[in-house]
């Protein structure tokens, strides 16, 4: 059974940071695609960042320069370092893991979410 267990959220200042970390365990294929998505109240889930099994990255416009996706691999976790931190960066956090097995299907698997709060 696959796990994904999200931890790091928390209430921050504007212009404080804050590490989210996800792990994923579980899967016999592995982990290729990991990523964060957010949602805010009343708003729709959002992609964040996104890192392949071989470290490319890629990010929303909303937070390019201020987030750093990053990976271990050994560990199976990815980590989200926020900077820089904004109110309109409050949401609950969400990862995804994504495993691709050899008959060429993708499995998608997400993490029950973690909040973070930008307020003074």
């Known amino acids: 059974q696959v796990q994904v267990v999200e931890s790091g959220g928390g209430l921050v200042q504007p212009g404080g940071s804050l590490r989210l970390s996800c792990a994923a365990s579980?899967?016999?294929?592995?982990?290729?695609?990991m990523g964060w998505y957010r949602q805010a109240p009343g708003k729709q889930r959002e992609f964040v960042a996104i890192i392949t099994g071989g470290s490319s990255t890629n990010y929303a416009d909303a937070v390019k320069g201020r987030f750093t996706i990053s990976r271990d691999n050994a560990k199976n976790t990815v980590y989200l370092q926020m900077n820089s931190l904004k109110p309109e960066d409050t949401a609950v956090y969400y990862c995804n893991v994504v495993s691709l097995t050899p008959y060429g299907s993708s499995l998608d698997y997400w993490g029950q979410g973690t909040q973070v709060t930008v307020s003074s």
């Open positions: 579980g899967s016999i294929f592995g982990f290729n695609r």
